[in-house]
């Protein structure tokens, strides 16, 4: 997570963006504090936790979605936001080459925190 919330604030430098988090960080910890320190509290929006039921709706709003896992067992997330037409953006971690597929070297990576342009 702490790569994405750079990565927005990194953006918002450039132009306007709205980013949505389904769950909730803990009260008084690093994500929330994270938030504060990068200048993005008005950008990054947590919706607590929400019903299975919801999550298409939530999809059907995304421009895209990311899944920042540095380690994922299966890659639901990646597989519930393809299957809605949703693109993914994701890591490499666990299994999520196999969920989403061959990388198409464009735009900019970061590996472990490593940003740099392709």
Known sequence: M???LEAIASIKKERS???TVVGKPKKNGVIEGLVRKLGIKRC???TGRIEYEEFASYYAKATMAVIPSLYEGFGMPAGEAMACGVPVISTVG???PE???EMI???V???AGQASSA
């Open 17 to 19: 963006i709205k980013l």
């Open 94 to 96: 666990g299994a999520l």
């Open 105 to 107: 070297p464009t735009g």
């Open 109 to 111: 990576f970061s590996w």
């Open 99 to 101: 969920v989403v597929g």
């Open 2 to 4: 702490r790569y994405l």
């Open 44 to 46: 990054v929006r947590f």
